[in-house]
């Protein structure tokens, strides 16, 4: 048993430096935590990135992912994967990212339908366009058609017109995709048109019952049917833009046609999920803007029908707010009723 004369003094000398000494591990393990983070955004990509695409293989925006994945793998010197998860006009693959690891290996070729369109004709998505996503970049606009079954007798907007109008209820439409179901409803509500509307998962299939006969229309991209155009098995009969199309330059624009063209973009552009680092998403936009003012890629972009536009993932932030606007006034001006 120790007397009180033997306890040594409280010494705050030595205190304060084990207290500082806390203070300076803290520190220093902070640092390198954010370090190790940092080092994680500069050593990316350290392994194969996935480009998901919410239509089937093969169709217009298959084909301008396909083209922009290949340079973008050799840019950062991994494989860029093109993932295909169709359905629900986009909203599966939008979700699949959404709810992603928001590290630069999961990215989102979109479209205005999931982005755009989804949001005023479903209440109840199960991913919010604004929070659940990280802007990257534009990528550009489609251009669309309005395609007929060769057998139908009509070789311009107004025969096609005056066809519907007689034979109402008995005219096929078919769409695959958000824009040409918007396109064609809006199209019917100017017109006051009666055709059925017969839904497909993407362009691919759709086409193959438009060549049959079974569908008598359908509103879309170029890519798939161009070829069947050429050979007289389709008909092509207004581009809806502003100008005519350099993959078919007799077929006229909506005001060219006598018509009001429709008030829709159909745009496209890639995403990551939220919190994504912005020194990864600034690299990726920077990596896709480059490789889209290559030659070889525009002309490959061309044949899809397909006019490039690139952005910082600040403007198409900005971009998305804008379109999400403009859709839902152009649904609301279709008569289409939000479920």
Not at 93 to 114: C, H, I, Q, R
Not at 145 to 174: C, M, R, W
Request: charged share 15%; glycine share 8%; aromatic share 10%.
């Amino acid at each position: 048993m120790h007397s009180k004369t033997d306890q040594k003094p409280f010494n705050f000398t030595h205190a304060l430096g084990f207290l500082w000494c806390a203070v300076a591990t803290l520190g220093l393990d902070l640092q390198a935590h954010a370090q190790a983070s940092m080092s994680d955004a500069y050593a990316y990509p350290y392994k194969s990135v996935h480009l998901i695409v919410p239509f089937p293989a093969g169709g217009a925006l298959d084909m301008v992912a396909r083209i922009i994945a290949k340079p973008l793998g050799e840019q950062l010197g991994q494989t860029v994967v093109v993932d295909n998860k169709p359905g629900a006009d986009g909203a599966i693959a939008a979700e699949f990212v959404a709810k992603s690891n928001p590290d630069g290996y999961t990215l989102f070729m979109a479209t205005y339908g999931a982005m755009s369109a989804l949001p005023s004709l479903h209440k109840a998505l199960p991913y919010d366009v604004i929070k659940d996503f990280t802007p990257i970049t534009n990528t550009g606009k489609f251009e669309f058609f309005l395609f007929t079954n060769a057998a139908v007798p009509a070789h311009q907007l107004s025969d096609f017109f005056a066809h519907v109008k007689a034979h109402p209820g008995e005219i096929n439409y078919g769409t695959g995709n958000v824009g040409g179901i918007v396109g064609s409803a809006e199209l019917a509500s100017q017109q006051q048109l009666h055709m059925v509307h017969i839904p497909y998962k993407g362009e691919v299939p759709l086409m193959n019952d438009l060549l049959s006969g079974r569908i008598h229309m359908m509103i879309g991209t170029p890519a798939n049917a161009l070829e069947f155009v050429k050979a007289g098995k389709l008909n092509a009969l207004v581009v809806f833009a502003d100008q005519r199309s350099p993959l078919m330059p007799s077929v006229p624009t909506m005001t060219e046609s006598g018509y009001k063209n429709l008030s829709s973009v159909a745009w496209s552009g890639i995403f990551g999920p939220a919190k994504m680092s912005p020194t990864i998403s600034a690299l990726l936009s920077k990596n896709i803007n480059a490789l889209m003012q290559h030659l070889d890629v525009q002309q490959a972009f061309a044949k899809q029908g397909f006019e490039s536009k690139g952005s910082t993932p600040a403007e198409l932030g900005h971009y998305v707010k804008e379109q999400l606007r403009a859709w839902g006034t152009s649904i609301e001006m279709a008569g289409l009723i939000s479920d």
